[in-house]
C-alpha cells in the first residue's frame, strides 16, 4: 500500500484517480458508438469528477510527479475534448447533408487541434511557473461543460445543427484565447 503514497510510483493514488478518469472516458467513447448518449454523458461526468480529486489528492499527499501531470493532460484531452466532440459529432453532426457536414466535420478537427493545443501549452506553462490566478483561454473542462450546453440545447430543439456548429467553433477559439478565467 505505501506505493499509493509514493510521490515518485506511478500508481499512486493521485494517477490512480487519473486512470480512473480514463477509464470513464474510454468507456463513454464506446456508449457513444453504440448511440447510447445519456450514459456516456454520465460516465464523462463521473470522470470529471475523478478529474477534480485527482489534483486534490495530489496536493494534499505531495504526489505530484511529472508523469502525473502528463497523465492528467492526456485524460483530460479524452474526457473533455475528444468525447464532447465525438458526442456531438455522432448525435448531431451525422443527421447533416452534403456540405454541412463536411463543415461539421472540419470544426470538429479545429476544436480537437484547439483543445489539444490549449493542453500542451497549459503543460508548458506550468513547467515554467507561469500558471496564476486565471486561467489564459477556457480550460478544457470548461470547454466541455459549455459543449455538453449546446448538445442540451439542441436536443431540446433550442438550437439547430448549424448553430451548433458555429458555438463549437467559438467555444474552440476561446480554449485558446487570452480570455481571463478565474484559477480556482
Known amino acids: 500500500m ?11 493514488l493521485a494517477n490512480l484517480f487519473t486512470m480512473v478518469n480514463i477509464t470513464c472516458g474510454l468507456a463513454a467513447t464506446y456508449l457513444i ?26 496536493r494534499k499527499f505531495k504526489l505530484s510527479n511529472e508523469f502525473g501531470i502528463q497523465l492528467d493532460s492526456f485524460a483530460d484531452f479524452l474526457s473533455f475534448v475528444l468525447v464532447p466532440v465525438f458526442l456531438i459529432f455522432q ?26 493545443r490549449r493542453l500542451i501549452q497549459f503543460n ?5 511557473g507561469e500558471v496564476g490566478k486565471f486561467f489564459v483561454g477556457v480550460p478544457t473542462p470548461l470547454g466541455a461543460i459549455l459543449l455538453w450546453l449546446v448538445y442540451l440545447g439542441y436536443i431540446y430543439g433550442l438550437l439547430s445543427g448549424i448553430v451548433v456548429i458555429a458555438l463549437m467553433a467559438l467555444i474552440g477559439w476561446l480554449l485558446n484565447s487570452r480570455l481571463k478565467v478565474p484559477h480556482p
Open 2 to 12: 505505501r506505493i499509493l503514497f509514493e510521490s515518485k510510483s506511478h500508481f499512486n
Open 124 to 128: 508548458i506553462d506550468a513547467e515554467a
Open 33 to 58: 458508438t453504440q448511440n447510447n448518449f445519456f450514459y456516456a454523458i454520465i460516465l464523462a461526468w463521473i470522470g470529471g469528477a475523478f478529474d477534480i480529486f485527482d489534483g486534490k489528492i495530489a
Open 91 to 116: 448525435a448531431v453532426y451525422s443527421h447533416l447533408q452534403d456540405a454541412w457536414f463536411y463543415l461539421a466535420a472540419g470544426v470538429s478537427v479545429y476544436y480537437v487541434i484547439s483543445g489539444l
